[in-house]
């Protein structure tokens, strides 16, 4: 049997996957001279519901005249940067469910979480 770890740290069933789901948000606040962010997510659904496998979020202040969203050169570098990443663990993440010697599956996010706070501090 092998197992997902989630960021809960709860076991998830490898048999149990069903599809997976990866996503990344930009998000803007202007509260406190404002920030803006960035959220990667990979998502497993199950027979039973979605479960969280990866779960990152990096935030700076917001530079003063710059906007961040998917419609700006900072934003789309951005997505476009932490998408690649996102598929370079899901290849990884299948890799390691195909193999036998493989019993509980853990990613490594710090190389995500590096880059995402890299393109948030670059803007």
Not at 3 to 11: C, H, Q, W
Not at 76 to 99: F, G, P, Q, S, Y
């Amino acid at each position: 049997m092998k197992f997902l770890k989630l960021v809960t740290g709860d076991l998830l069933n490898a048999n149990d996957v069903k599809t997976i789901v990866k996503t990344v948000q930009l998000h803007s606040s202007h509260d406190d001279g404002g920030k803006r962010g960035i959220k990667a997510e990979i998502e497993i659904q199950t027979a039973v519901g979605r479960c969280t496998f990866i779960d990152v979020f990096a935030y700076a202040p917001m530079k003063e005249g710059k906007s961040w969203s998917y419609g700006t050169e900072g934003g789309l570098r951005a997505v476009r940067r932490i998408e690649d990443i996102l598929d370079t663990i899901l290849v990884l993440l299948i890799d390691k469910m195909n193999d036998e010697n493989e019993k509980i599956i853990d990613i490594d996010t710090r190389f995500l979480e590096d880059a995402m706070q890299e393109e948030v501090d670059r803007g």
